[in-house]
T-cell receptor, first 114, second 118 residues
Framework: DTEVTQTPKHLVMGMTNKKSLKCEQHMGHRAMYWYKQKAKKPPELMFVYSYEKLSINESVPSRFSPECPNSSLLNLHLHALQPEDSALYLC?????????????FGPGTRLLVL | AQSVTQLDSQVPVFEEAPVELRCNYSSSVSVYLFWYVQYPNQGLQLLLKYLSGSTLVKGINGFEAEFNKSQTSFHLRKPSVHISDTAEYFCAVRDFNAGGTSYGKLTFGQGTILTVHP
């Protein structure tokens, strides 16, 4: 099973709201990733976790706050977002954090910030 | 730092015709190369990858790609496309060794939208 699940599928939020995106995998992978994909653009890396610890933060604004409570779960907490943060947020996982490993992507959460 | 160029933003073809989606990369070190497909309103699915060995890589759904080190290319091909192949295709590259660390950032090209017409 190579499935990464994400909830919710769609999310609409106002600029003052607090919401969270959830990602789950049960493949025993120890590396998990958050990407942001704007319309008609490729995915851009936001965060990387390895063994539940934050390894990479690609200079993402603090209104995005990642959390990895256990090896299967990855959250992205959202607060005071801007309309330009509207995008498809993709979660991915790989067995380990190494260049050879395939990253398996979830279906994404489509976020609209009003 | 590496970069990826997908030479065609859109490729229209007729069903059962062959197709080639072009990808060129630049990097100062050896790389690993990937092709992902994204169907409408879905996440990315790995089609194939080149890590080492034979330069001709076969993937899922009848796709294959050839790694050409001298031309720094990794073009994706399919001899006969189906309507269901309509999707966006992303070429991606990771450095073999990013500054001595174990992590190499996955860098995507801008994507090629393949549209298969009946």
């Amino acid at each position: 099973d190579t499935e990464v699940t994400q909830t919710p599928k769609h999310l609409v939020m106002g600029m003052t709201n607090k919401k969270s995106l959830k990602c789950e995998q049960h493949m025993g992978h120890r590396a998990m990733y958050w990407y942001k994909q704007k319309a008609k653009k490729p995915p851009e890396l936001m965060f990387v976790y390895s063994y539940e610890k934050l390894s990479i933060n690609e200079s993402v604004p603090s209104r995005f706050s990642p959390e990895c409570p256990n090896s299967s779960l990855l959250n992205l907490h959202l607060h005071a977002l801007q309309p330009e943060d509207s995008a498809l947020y993709l979660c991915a996982s790989s067995q380990f954090l190494s260049q050879q490993e395939t990253q398996y992507f979830g279906p994404g959460t489509r976020l609209l910030v009003l | 730092a590496q970069s990826v160029t997908q030479l065609d933003s859109q490729v229209p073809v007729f069903e059962e015709a062959p197709v080639e989606l072009r990808c060129n990369y630049s990097s100062s070190v050896s790389v690993y190369l990937f092709w992902y497909v994204q169907y409408p309103n879905q996440g990315l699915q790995l089609l194939l990858k080149y890590l080492s060995g034979s330069t001709l890589v076969k993937g899922i759904n009848g796709f294959e790609a050839e790694f050409n080190k001298s031309q720094t290319s990794f073009h994706l091909r399919k001899p006969s496309v189906h309507i269901s192949d309509t999707a966006e295709y992303f070429c991606a590259v990771r450095d073999f060794n990013a500054g001595g660390t174990s992590y190499g950032k996955l860098t995507f090209g801008q994507g090629t939208i393949l549209t298969v017409h009946p």
